[in-house]
């Protein structure tokens, strides 16, 4: 039984006369938050967990990372500059250089390499060299210390006080010869030692013979040494226990191997040079090339224009004369001992003649506006710059 209640529900009566639920048109909005949370909690289960088989596992990959079959991952390219022997297509191993900049340092750069590495050297060099496989290095700093050792120079070691010059032996590796007027010595004198770290991983020097104040080296080999003097200019050849054997007068630029720069217009008397040596070689006034025994290699044309930028390699077999255009070049000219000019070679920029590499076949210079590296094949004419090496480069190997 039933009857209607005020609302206008149908309400069915209990048996028992009590009143039961009234049932209404209406929904109910606790049975729809109900499921619909339990929906939500099943998702967040499915999405947490993973279903049956498809869970991941330590070695699937991150999910972001997997692309759709419907897209791609955007991929950002990476563009690595050559290897070095792309830049340089020379027969070499590496490219050495020492700068002197504020931040002294080697500058070293495998063929196989993308890019130079770097490591600083104990003291700024004033002037380097390199021994003849390039495998160590000497360098002066501007307090006159002499430094030497191994590539790439970080582990260089003082080997004299006040020493004014140094250079290697053209054939003996590691051999080196200074001049030097130690502190506490007193003297001048000129010194062999060998760089190569002894049994107690140190350098001993030998004296090879004492010299007069305002002497210094200019190069050597197995034939002995050349030593220049500051007063009266001149030039003496020792022989290979430093004894003197001849003297010009003239005050030298430049050396390597047995071939010196000089300029001899500034002549020194016949009784001055007797005084240095027992035979003295007169030569005329004029600026050149001489070697060991003074005999003129090449005479610069018009000395009045000043000390030619010329660069001799370390055998004394070629010689490299640089001169500057009035358009902004450089005009290089290579020469031999024959005085043959084997090429002359132009380079659209201004660049300074560093020094003969790669066993004499080319030279290292430096363009004076970007700081780049150049080296420059001279027998066929082509320079190849070397990005991102700058400086200021006392010394290259190659």
Request: aromatic share 8%.
């Given at each position: 039984?039933?009857r ?8 069915p009566l209990a048996?028992?006369?009590a009143?039961?639920p009234t049932?209404t048109t209406?929904k109910r909005?606790?049975l ?11 998702l967040?289960?499915l ?11 330590p070695?699937d990959?991150?999910p972001a ?5 419907s897209?791609?991952?955007a991929v950002t390219?990476?563009t690595?500059?050559?290897p070095l022997s792309d ?5 070499f ?8 900049s504020?931040?002294?340092r080697?500058v070293?750069?495998?063929?196989s390499?993308r890019f130079?590495?770097s490591?600083?050297?104990?003291s700024a060099?004033?002037s380097a060299?390199?021994d003849n496989?390039?495998?160590t290095?000497?360098?002066?700093d501007?307090f006159w210390?002499l430094?030497?050792?191994?590539l790439p ?6 080997i004299e006080s ?11 590796t590691?051999?080196?010869?200074y ?6 010595a007193g003297s ?5 030692v ?7 991983g140190?350098t001993?020097?030998t004296?090879v ?8 080296l200019?190069t050597?080999g197995?034939?002995?040494?050349a030593v220049?003097v500051d007063?009266?200019a001149?030039?003496?050849?020792l022989?290979?226990?430093g004894?003197p054997?001849?003297a010009?007068?003239g005050?030298?630029y430049a050396?390597g191997?047995?071939a010196?720069l000089?300029d ?5 008397t016949?009784?001055?040079?007797a ?7 007169a030569?005329?006034?004029?600026i050149?090339?001489?070697n ?12 009045n224009t000043?000390i030619?930028?010329v ?7 070629l010689?490299?004369a640089?001169?500057?255009t009035?358009?902004g070049?450089?005009s290089?000219t290579?020469r ?6 084997l090429?002359?070679?132009?380079v659209?920029s201004i660049v ?8 004499g076949?080319?030279?290292?210079m430096q363009?004076?506006?970007s700081?780049?590296?150049v080296?420059?094949d001279?027998r066929?004419?082509?320079d190849?710059r ?7 480069f006392?010394a290259?190997?190659?």
């Open positions: 039984m039933e209607r209640d005020e609302q206008g529900g149908v309400r048996p028992d006369g009143r039961a049932r209406q909005p606790g729809a938050v109900a499921v619909g949370a339990t929906f939500v909690v099943l967040l289960v999405v947490v967990f993973g279903a049956g088989g498809d869970q991941q596992t070695d990959p991150e990372l997997v692309a759709s079959e897209e791609e991952l390219p990476t690595l500059p050559p830049l340089l297509p020379i027969d191993d590496r490219l050495v250089a020492l700068s002197r504020d931040d002294p080697t070293l750069w495998l063929a390499d130079a590495r490591y600083r050297l104990p060099p004033a060299y390199f496989n390039g495998e290095i000497a360098f002066i501007p210390t430094f030497a050792g191994p120079g970080d582990a260089a070691i003082q006040m020493a004014s010059a140094a250079v290697f032996h053209p054939v003996d590691a051999a080196l010869a001049t030097a007027a130690p502190t506490g001048n004198a000129l010194f062999r060998d760089v190569r770290p002894g049994l107690l140190g001993e020097s004296l013979t004492p010299l007069a104040d305002g002497r210094r200019l050597w197995n034939w002995g040494y220049a007063e009266p001149a030039i003496v050849v022989d290979p226990l004894r054997l001849r010009m007068g005050v030298a050396a191997g047995d010196l000089v001899a217009t500034q002549v020194s016949a009784e001055e040079l005084l240095l040596a027992p035979t003295v070689v030569v005329a006034p004029t050149g090339v001489v060991r025994y003074f005999k003129p290699v090449y005479l610069f044309p018009g000395s000043g030619p930028a660069k001799i390699s370390t055998d004394g077999s010689i490299a640089t001169t500057y009035s358009t070049g450089t290089l290579i031999d001992q024959t005085d043959a000019t090429r002359t070679v132009r659209d300074y003649p560093i020094g003969f590499v790669s066993g076949s080319h030279l290292a363009d004076s506006e700081g780049e590296l080296i420059i001279w066929t004419g082509a190849y070397i990005p991102g090496v700058t400086g200021e006392v290259v190997h190659l």
